[in-house]
């Protein structure tokens, strides 16, 4: 089992950046697929970024690609959401998730949703100001 925490979040303008983290407890970090997902008020939770075992192969929805980037270090049980360009419909709570099973499917994440990851954090709040 790994308990996830996340933490980075705030209060922003449109247009600035923000990088999340998410520390993993357990020695095993590197053996789960980890993902970042969001749910904005009155919205399902969506999926935002996903990134292998290993951190090379990492997938994007389209709505972020291009601003975020999900990276993982593997030796601090950690694992990144940078975020740049925010816009106000980038508002949301921001979960850290991890799945045990190898990263799966196409590249825009839509094979991951709510119930393909095993593990959640409790997320971080991101508002971003017009």
Known sequence: QVQLVE??????????SLRLS??????????Y??????QAPGKEREFVAAISRSGVTTYYADSVKGRFTISRDNAK???FLQMNGLKPDDTAVYY?????????GNSDGSYYSHYTM?????????TVSS
């Open 7 to 16: 933490s980075g979040g705030g209060l922003v303008q449109a247009g600035d």
């Open 22 to 31: 998410c520390a993993a407890s357990g020695r095993t970090f590197s053996r």
């Open 33 to 38: 697929t980890m993902g970042w997902f969001r």
């Open 77 to 79: 049980n950690t694992v």
């Open 96 to 104: 850290c998730a991890a799945d045990t099973n190898p990263l799966y």
């Open 118 to 126: 095993d593990y959640w954090g409790k997320g971080t709040l991101v």
